[in-house]
């Protein structure tokens, strides 16, 4: 099995439990909560290599996830609904798509607001009045709310790459180095 094609899986996988869990919870009007509780999900899984070890390690039991995932979220007080998911994940094997899974509720839910995540590179950090200006662009270009994820990568040398959905837009030094690149390779 390729990783594309395992990737491809667990996404879908992650896609049913996260629009059932969705549509459970919308129907009775928990949508902020749940937005909530799987940002510090989200966040436990990026800092937590106790837990990433729990979801993806074949040596634990079903049991031993089960047991492990239900104290997780009785500690984080997570609702009803999304820890009772996260035990059927844990009976089903399938916490391994967690991450999948968290991404897919992220999108469900920003989608029902009429939100759109903006993935942001930078060569150096925005400033809060950059970020604003970004933001309200963009917002403009989409007609929805727009929600920055930015981070920085200094190999960029200068400038930015935005992508909103399907379109991207490159302004960075580094790419704009590479095409004068290839021109001058074209012209020699």
Sequence with gaps: MTVANSA???A????????????????????????????????ALDESDALRDLIASPIYSRDQQGKGIAALAEKMGLSGPLANTLKLMAQNRRLFTLPQFVGQLRALIADERGEVTADVVSATELSDEQKK????????????????????????????????GSQMIDSSIKSKLASLQNAMKEVG
Aim: glycine share 10%.
């Design 8 to 10: 491809s899986i667990s």
């Design 133 to 164: 200006r970004l933001t309200d662009t963009l917002a403009e270009k989409s007609g929805k709310t727009v929600k920055l994820n930015a981070r920085v990568d200094d190999s960029l040398i200068g400038g930015m790459i935005v992508k909103l």
């Design 12 to 43: 879908s996988i992650a896609g049913r439990y996260a629009q059932a869990l969705f549509d459970i919870v919308k129907e009775s009007g928990g949508v902020d909560q749940l937005a909530s509780q799987i940002d510090d999900l989200g966040a």
